[in-house]
């Protein structure tokens, strides 16, 4: 038997605050609760659901975004701390249809990947990296090191060293 | 034919989806107006509940429902026990909400859907339960003495399982040995910890009374099954689909968990869609675990080192529950033996109820136990009779004439006895001894003594038998208006990258591009007959199937080019998307192919009109379709493996043991492994990389920490220590490939290969590398500074 549908409450009691800034280069505006994290916002009240989240307590890396030109865990960030800001997310990375970043690029020919839930994380945190440093240590510790933010449990890293190592060098940082 | 891909490092066809963040992963599925579910769990390892009271959280603002074993209906059972077994006495299996009593910390007991995951979550506190907390004993060893508080008061001293298995007679042979080596070792429990938690998310349409559930498993077609059975609907109006998976490493495949049924109730009563999806932490009380094992195992030898009998009694932690049967300690006691001639076997277990999460497989499944136990027992034996590790393997090995080595009497995990199929053990570890560089080592080994540091060389044998049945099917067909190829399969990826390894199967046989292979897996809409994802099994069986597949659409589609060719059959040839008349440029496409094998009146495009019914290629003197047959280039077949398929493989590290830290550190690793011929020799070695760093990390970082009272003191990524990057080590792999027998495309599984000798291929090295310190060393994992330190510390009171 069919049994009448409550009526969902369109929000919860929490109280909003109006936030604007910039995401990958577009100005939003919106009404969050406080309590919102950046992760839940950005997926859920943005759509842009590439940002993943595999603890909720900062040590994965699989949240990572760039918040103001710097890779930073958006589970750690409230939405309404955000207010202002410039993010930037995995779906800003490739050109719209065309090709991929270097990076991604390099992840692809390097095996980087298997379930792909670590890899935008890992990709936004090595962008940062490489945008911040006109040359990259390609030595093996220090790759290691430059990704030690990033939890994978799929590929046992070899393969997102060599990536990056890759990248380095299309990229001519190396 | 196009150039063979088979055996190629072709790059994946996903890749692009998941790098530009488009994957699509359960909590990635828009679904408008969707409810959050969340659930009230156990704080006590094992009570009983006197009252449950809901009010003050069902009238917070934004709580739709919640639910308790009393408001559930027909879910108010106990869930099936999925593997039977003679064995098992009256297993136990949970409850989707708890009755009257809670068995583990993390048991859910109500379940709270509200607007969003925050009122949820407040909700979830507003919730409140009463309990009686009982006595528990959590330590397996002390669980089966007659003293333990019971899990089960229908199970005496715990025993959820007994089971003997005997090869050949060992009795006997046990009075022919000169020497006896007796160890006791011990593996802690872990977790898979998959980047995505587990997730599930449901829809009902109240029109066509479809109910479709988007759910991250290793199993859709047996969550499909399940449901359809349980709330008692058509399997056709019910669709489950795993979108991308984030990982799944065994955790996955269980069904049901709790949620897997609740959310899709939810969604059928509420009239909204519903989703779980779980966070770190329930990851780590809520979702099952695997490992703890304890093996008292003894062999029995000549002086000269020939193995002649062996004797393995272990006690297995099953958890609260035994929904998944005795599989993994099944696997474990089969496994014990290695890869070793040793004719004669009793291995005993008793699986062992605790008050704690549930125990189903994790990638390795009693694997890495067992080789932990034969291999640390050879090394001991090694040592007791003055020999080096690799003889005492090379003097045991079965040798290549001696395959298919049947260990009689011993049932694999497949319900079907012990055969090892095929393999080169000898030329393995010939392999492993030199690019390890063992003869150069004890220079090495001694220089480093001379400046004051450890040194030491680990090596570990496995095996793993692989791909297992029943069955799984493929389908295949050639799309009429892009000539692109459409294949499904019904089992489930989590990243291993069937999309590609299948596709490269077809391309071979179809002569198209690998990219225009389009694998559509693990969705009950698309196919709906198969088992699911685990024991390694996914390129052996469904590759295999749709291999079959394949050769029977290639045939169709050479027929049919060669009739619209007006050529033989044997002139035809498939390459580059076309059928050829060959050494001439004459060709058509496999689009027009197929579109003129499908009998059309309506001219809807240019290639269409060929296959009207005026349309001079078209039949004029007959029905359009002969009786059998159908139109279209597709077919569907299936494969059905004989037995599992043992692959295998050997390691060997040099590890420094650093005196300050008392840490590890692997300064070389080396693994030797064979899984049959190769599809793609890139995400073979990706399988096999990944797989190693769960084994480091089972080594030397992770367990589960539990206290007395059963709670896990360490349920998030803090505490329980995934290692990163920095943590795991630059690894050299090698092939070997001896093609299955067992199978047309000659392939072994490699799934979870890498992980099993982990364990004691660094256990082994320290054991080297900490010689001169007269203790019994590192017969446990994982292995800790502080287990190191006290095999140092008391040398230096010396
Ligand atoms: S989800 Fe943010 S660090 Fe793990
Ligand atoms: S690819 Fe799966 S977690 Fe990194």
Sequence with gaps: MKTVRKLTPSKSADPTRKISLTVNGETVEREVSVRMLLSDFIRHELGLTGTHVGCEHGICGACTIIVNGESSRSCTILAVQSDGMDLRTIESVAEKGGCLHPIQQAFQDNHALQCGYCTPGMIMNIISEFESNSKIDTSEESIRELLSGNLCRCTGYANIVEAVRDAAERMGKN | ?798
């Design chain 2, 1 to 798: 034919m196009s150039t063979r891909t088979f055996g190629t490092r072709v790059k994946r066809n996903i890749d692009p989806k998941f790098l530009r963040g488009e994957g699509s992963y359960v909590d990635d599925i828009d679904l408008p107006g969707v409810l959050h579910a969340t659930f009230v769990r156990s704080p006590f390892a094992r009570a009983k509940i006197s009252k449950i009271d809901v009010q003050d959280a069902l009238s917070m603002e934004g709580v739709m429902a919640i639910y308790t074993c009393d408001n559930i209906g027909k879910l108010d059972i106990e869930l099936p026990l999925l593997i039977p077994h003679d064995c098992m006495k009256d297993a136990r299996t949970q409850r989707p909400l708890a009755r009257d009593d809670v068995y583990y910390v993390g048991q859910t007991v109500a379940m709270v859907v509200a607007i969003n995951r925050y009122v949820a979550e407040d909700a979830a506190l507003l919730v409140d339960v009463d309990y009686e907390p009982l006595p528990v004993e959590v330590d397996l060893e002390k669980a089966v003495l007659d003293s333990a508080p019971l899990v089960h008061p229908t199970h005496p001293k715990n025993i959820a399982a007994d089971l003997v298995q005997v090869s050949g007679d060992p009795e006997a042979a046990m009075l022919k040995a000169d020497h006896v080596t007796k160890i006791r070792v011990e593996v802690e429990r872990s977790t898979a910890a998959s980047m995505e938690t587990r997730s599930v998310a449901a829809r009902y349409d109240r029109v066509s009374g479809e109910l479709t559930v988007w759910d991250g498993t290793q199993a859709p077609l047996t969550v499909r099954g399940g449901l359809a059975s349980i709330f008692e609907m058509d399997e056709d109006k019910v669709r489950v689909i795993a979108p991308d998976v984030g990982g799944g490493f065994g955790q996955k495949v269980m069904f049901p968990y709790p949620d897997e049924l609740l959310v899709p109730m939810a969604a059928m009563e509420l009239g909204y869609p519903v989703k779980f999806i779980e966070d770190r932490r329930e990851n780590f009380i809520g979702s099952n675990q695997e490992r703890k094992q304890i093996h008292d195992i003894e062999l029995y030898a000549t002086k000269d080192g020939e193995v002649l009998a062996l004797k393995d009694f272990f006690l297995h932690d099953t958890g609260a529950f035994i929904p998944y049967g005795i599989a993994i300690a099944q696997v474990a006691s089969t496994s014990i033996a290695g890869p070793y001639q040793i004719p004669n076997i009793h291995v005993q277990f008793q699986a062992v109820y605790t008050p704690t999460i549930t125990i189903t497989p994790y990638r390795g499944c009693g694997r890495p136990q067992a080789c932990f136990a034969i291999e640390r027992a050879m090394d001991q034996l090694a040592d007791d009779l003055g020999m080096s590790r690799f003889e005492i393997r090379r003097k045991n090995l079965i040798a290549d004439d001696q395959f298919p080595y049947v260990r009689e009497g011993l049932m694999f995990a497949d319900g079907l006895r012990v055969s090892m199929d095929s393999g080169q053990y000898q030329t393995a570890l010939d392999m492993v001894e030199e690019k390890i560089g063992a003869k150069d080592f004890p220079k090495l080994q001694e220089q480093a003594r001379s400046e004051g540091k450890h040194l030491g060389l680990g090596l570990a044998f496995y095996v793993e038998g692989t791909g297992l049945g029943p069955y799984e099917g493929g389908h295949i067909k050639i799309h009429p208006i892009t000539g692109k190829v459409y294949v499904n399969t019904g089992l489930s990826g989590q990243g291993q990258g069937h999309d590609t390894v299948f596709a490269q199967i077809v391309a071979d046989q179809l002569g198209v591009k690998v990219e225009d292979v389009i694998l559509t897996e693990g969705d009950s809409g698309a196919f709906d007959w198969g088992v699911a994802t685990f024991a390694s099994r996914a390129a052996v069986v469904s590759g295999n199937a749709i291999h079959k597949t394949a050769i029977i659409v290639r045939k169709k589609t050479i027929v049919a080019a060669a009739n619209m060719l007006e050529v033989g059959e044997d002139e035809v040839e498939l390459r580059d998307g076309h059928a050829w008349v060959v050494n001439s440029n004459r060709c058509v496409s496999l689009a027009a192919v197929a579109t003129a094998t499908n009998p059309l009146r309506y001219a809807f495009n240019e290639a269409a009109k060929a296959a009207t019914q005026f349309a001079p290629a078209s039949k004029h003197d007959g029905p359009a379709l002969d009786d059998g047959q159908s139109p279209g280039l597709e077919a569907t077949d299936y494969f059905s493996p004989a037995c599992a398929t043992w692959a295998y493989g050997v390691h060997a590290a040099i590890i420094e043991v650093d005196d300050v830290t008392c840490s590890a550190k692997v300064v070389k690793y080396v693994l030797i492994h064979d899984c049959g011929n190769m599809i793609n020799p890139t995400i073979v070695e990706g399988q096999v990389m990944g797989g190693l760093a769960q084994g480091i990390a089972g080594t030397l970082y992770e367990k589960i920490e539990i206290d007395e009272d059963g709670n896990i003191t360490n349920a998030n990524f803090v505490d329980f220590l995934v290692p990163y990057a920095t943590e795991i080590p630059p690894v050299e792999i090698y092939h070997l490939e001896t093609p299955s027998p067992l199978n047309p495309l000659g392939v072994k599984g490699v799934g979870e290969a890498g992980c099993i000798a982990v364990g004691a291929t660094i256990a082994s090295g320290l054991a080297d590398a900490l010689e001169k310190f007269n203790k019994p060393k590192f017969l446990s994992l994982p292995i800790t500074p502080s287990m190191i330190f006290d095999v140092i510390s008391d040398e230096a009171q010396n």
